[in-house]
Nanobody, 126 residues
Framework: QAQLVESGGDSVQAGGSLRLSCDAS????????LAWFRESPGKAREGVAA???????TYADSVKGRFTISQDYDPNTFTLQMAMLKPEDTAKYYC????????????????????WGQGTQVTVSS
């Protein structure tokens, strides 16, 4: 059962922007890392961006310079700002939270994130 709630997915044209939000009430703070992943048909779930408890951000090479992960003004919400979207960004996007006081060895690996949302679809057309 999903414990986080994503929103903001949509269909856009290449070059456009989207902002995804994750309601992570009850799963922020206490030294947790937060992250965004994506999954498209036939492909493994891929780490997109992560925000460590100390504020360090990590991005997949494919999204560096285009995507930004951040904590929202509401401390229970974190976001993924996506710009210059490409058709290959088409996927279902998931937010995830690590256990408290835990720093994932690889912030972009899904194995260290036990708490997930149900996903939100992003479709980018050329």
């Amino acid at each position: 059962q999903a414990q986080l709630v994503e929103s903001g997915g949509d269909s856009v044209q290449a070059g456009g922007s989207l902002r995804l939000s994750c309601d992570a009430s009850g799963y922020t703070g206490y030294g947790r890392s937060l992250a965004w992943f994506r999954e498209s048909p036939g492909k493994a779930r891929e780490g997109v961006a992560a925000l460590s408890a100390d504020g360090t951000t990590t991005y997949a090479d494919s999204v560096k310079g285009r995507f930004t992960i951040s904590q929202d003004y509401d401390p229970n919400t974190f976001t993924l700002q996506m710009a210059m979207l490409k058709p290959e960004d088409t996927a279902k996007y998931y937010c995830a939270a690590s256990p408290p006081y835990f720093s994932p060895h690889d912030p972009l690996s899904p194995r260290d994130y036990p708490t997930w949302g149900q996903g939100t679809q992003v479709t980018v057309s050329s």
